[in-house]
């Protein structure tokens, strides 16, 4: 079966690299903050083009951190889209605030501003600009939504690491950015790991300090924090891949290339990319009237697929009693779950797989319907 997603593939590409790297760290004994989070998170910010950067545990924990180090907490509202990783919601309420979901843009899977302005009351404190599937949101029209209303933008770029928004790396423009290390990402860790940037120096020092327990450097603290360090060990395989990614994010979208000119005559909504932006395609997700039927056959043929989401976050059992919504609901979100299908990405597929991936797709029998 072809996966979707592949960090073995991408493990034993990278293997002597990374088990020299584990190694070494393993001699040198120090194996929370040391010096490979420090150097990492330094060359994390330079490739975020941000001034500063704090290695995390999860990219949940980036979003929770940038939420509390804002000033948000209870009674507060936050803005973000329903059609994401349940994480983002789930971040919103663990910070103690009331997430209010907003409607996504029917092109680019991205939160819409046409329903960010009817959705900003007294108690928004925070939006939260989710870079879905690797393509930035429309962060000039969110931005300036919010700077007339003096609210803060995070961003959510955890599906995007490496992007570019207009000649920018995501995470450079909001007022911090998030990112999540998990395996399967653009940029995985082995194991859980997360990060947040940001060019302000107060929240920088907040950030640092709510990683671990409060404490500013001499072990004081102005108020409660968390545990939520990055690893030495996860530190220095993300320092190994680093350097590589922007190669990896160019093979994705040789790939993406592939697969569009290879689908351009079928009946498939294929993705539209925003002007100005580089998609980096974490996830390649088209669109079907018969999602489930397609979905069967390339299961038959050996192809693997995904659907990010089946449910977005206001069809969460133990999030849509906790969600704001508008009072039309979010019709794109709810249109849009029952015909997404994820296809296989990540930059070690070989030429050969892509090759089965499409001809499996030309194989479906397109006029059944
Ligand atoms: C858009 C988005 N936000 C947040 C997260 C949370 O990241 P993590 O799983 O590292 O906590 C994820 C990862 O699933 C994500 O895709």
Redesign the pocket.
Known sequence: MIPVASPLAQFSHYQSEITDAILTTLKEGNYILGHRTASFEQAFAGYCQAKHCVGLN???DA?ILAIRALGIGQGDEVITVSH??V??VAAIIAAGATPCLVDIDADYYTLDPDKLAAAITPRTKAIIA?H?YGQAADLDSIMAIAGRHGIPVIE?C??ATGGFYKGRRVGSTGAIGCF?F?PTKNLGAIG?G?AVVTSDPQLFQKMRELRQYGWNDQRKTAAPGINSRLDEIQAAILSVKLPHLDADNRRRIAIVDRYNKAFSELPVARPKVRGETTHVYHLYVIQHDDRDSLRNHLAAAGIATGIHYVDPAHRHGGYDKIVRLPGEGLPVTDAVVGRILTLPLYPELSDDEVNQVIAAMQTYNWRQR
């Open positions: 999860s990219g949940t979003l994401t990783a994480a983002t989710v879905l959510d955890a599906q999540s998990y859980d997360g």
